[in-house]
């Protein structure tokens, strides 16, 4: 592991404005982690978008249907239809935590102690 970086004179943190680095021990293993806010917390964004393009795709091989059923690739048309229903089932359960997060500000988001890179 690396030693800490000296201040310098206009970084009186020694840490040049970054957040403070913790230490998490998990079994055998040690990992440095900063608590950095995630961007998007609620993920709504971000199913929104997977959303959008699982659309996008079904729209975009729809007029390919005769193509894609004389060569057995159907299937590639329906996938991209279980991708938007799935988003939209995604989207109203972000939407509903979202909400409850707004209602209830002081409770905690679940995560990890690790963060993103924990899952």
Request: aromatic letters at 8%.
């Amino acid at each position: 592991m690396s030693k800490p970086r000296a201040g310098r004179p206009h970084e009186p943190d020694g840490l040049g404005g970054r957040p403070p680095i913790e230490q998490v021990d998990i079994g055998q293993h040690t990992y440095v982690v900063a608590p950095v806010t995630p961007l998007d917390v609620t993920g709504v964004r971000t199913v929104a978008i997977g959303t959008i393009a699982w659309a996008i795709a079904f729209l975009a091989l729809l007029p390919f249907y005769g193509t894609l059923e004389d060569h057995d690739r159907l299937w590639w048309l329906w996938t991209c239809l279980a991708g938007v229903g799935l988003g939209v089932l995604g989207l109203e359960y972000c939407r509903r935590r979202r909400d409850r997060l707004a209602r209830e500000p002081d409770q905690e988001v679940e995560s990890s102690p690790l963060g993103a890179a924990g899952h």
